[in-house]
């Protein structure tokens, strides 16, 4: 039993954190066969939490990609969601929409005071920005600071605030502007893909 809750947590944390993975791909990470990664997989679609989609590779057949479902997603917290869309609520219900955007800016300034505080000294923006992601991890965002061919990738593979910033986009907009007077207002920072829109994750290319 000890086995099989440390794959499936082994397993979950592997999608959540790169997205769509082979058999192949995730009997590598956990060290397994894939005999062995099947049997296991096999288990955690049973449950609901992953699901499988095949997908063209080249001339050849079409390979199956595992990914999480929504119960797989629903795992990982989302911190005290229906509190804060609860209060969310009963603000813009008896102070209007501006002052829960105002708010919500406060609050975003808050955090990027916080977070500068954290950062200060650190003056090379890969390693400033690479201790950021440290620190957002900590707080349940999965968040990674990754190169690739082109620049950097800032990625959070989890919003532990989804529900809220489903219900207000002013909480991403706060989130975005902390992260731009993180990297530095000096260097161009685009959002790539958006957890709101969709997509399983919030990456932003950062242009170092």
Known sequence: MENRLHFRERCLGLLKNNGPQTLLD???ALKLTVEGARFQIRRLEAEGLVRSEAQPSGRGR???FWSLTQLGESRFPDTHASLTVRLME???ETLGEQAVSQVISV???HS???YLQALEGITDPVTRITRFAAIRSTEGYMAQFIQDDLSYIFVENHCPI???AHANPAICCAEFKTLKAVVGEEIPVNRIEYIVAGNRRCAYRVHL
Do not use: E
């Open 107 to 109: 609050d975003g300034d």
């Open 26 to 28: 995730l009997a590598a």
């Open 90 to 92: 009963v603000m813009k």
């Open 162 to 164: 989804n529900v809220a």
């Open 112 to 114: 990027t005071r916080r």
């Open 62 to 64: 079409p390979q199956q």
